[in-house]
């Protein structure tokens, strides 16, 4: 019969334990496992490595390339120098744009007219008024001069017979008015009832303010070529 151990046989075999260095074993068949595995790893991080490798110059190529605020160029002013064409909005063309032609009214109102560019008197062209005309007499040719002369005019009509029958009334309280034909922006004709011709400014000023206090009547100062020649003093 085998004898029990002892209590020092205990403490004995505690203290071998506890001294003793623990060494792992693998046999055959775990370590060929453990090199698969670790052979498989290296497969994978290998091919990630290349699909990242091929695909990120694709990525940075789509990318959009982003611009510093520093490299921006700053705006340059437009001069003469770039050759640039500026259009002046008197240059456009704005026919095509729907609405009321500003110098256009009511048939049968009575409108007084700014901007008259051709007369027409009794059938007679006569030349553009301009904005400021020289009072003294324009000399023309060598010798030969042509006096400007000075018009009231009253009312504008847009049909000839309007112009006609205020000119009849006139005509009734002792006035010698005559119908003017004029052309407009738009090329079409209208009609001003108009007084005069006077020699100088001074006499169409009088005879502007005698209208408006006999009368009560708005008039307009308008100037032209008399069209008839004079010599030069």
């Given at each position: 019969m085998r004898k029990p151990p002892s209590l020092s046989d205990a403490v004995r075999l505690s203290d071998h334990l506890r001294r003793q260095d623990y060494?792992?074993?693998f046999n055959a068949r775990e370590l060929g496992f453990l090199v698969a595995g670790l052979g498989l790893l290296a497969i994978l991080i290998f091919t990630g490595g290349v699909s990242v490798g091929t695909r990120l110059p694709a990525a940075r190529a789509r990318q959009p390339q982003l611009v510093q605020a520093a490299e921006v160029p700053e705006p340059v002013p437009v001069t003469a120098d770039l050759g640039v064409t500026v259009l002046e909005v008197s240059s456009l063309d704005l026919s095509g744009i729907?609405?009321?032609d500003p110098d256009e009214a009511a048939p049968g109102h009575t409108v007084l007219d700014d901007a008259v560019q051709d007369d027409t008197?009794?059938?007679e062209t006569v030349p553009e008024e301009t904005a400021e005309p020289d009072l003294t007499a324009e000399v023309r040719s060598l010798g030969e001069t042509v006096e400007t002369i000075f018009e009231l005019q009253l009312a504008l009509f847009f049909r000839r017979?309007?112009?006609e029958e205020a000119l009849a009334g006139w005509r009734e309280r002792g006035y010698e008015p005559y119908?003017?034909?004029v052309s407009s922006s738009t090329g079409v004709p209208r009609y001003t009832l108009r007084l005069g011709p006077y020699p100088s400014m001074d006499e169409a000023v009088k005879e502007q303010?005698?209208?408006?206090?006999?009368?009560r009547s708005d008039s307009v100062i308008r100037f032209r070529d008399s069209g008839r020649a004079a010599k030069e003093p």
């Open positions: 060494e792992f074993a729907d609405g009321p008197v009794l059938g017979g309007d112009a119908v003017v034909e303010a005698a209208l408006a206090e006999n009368e």
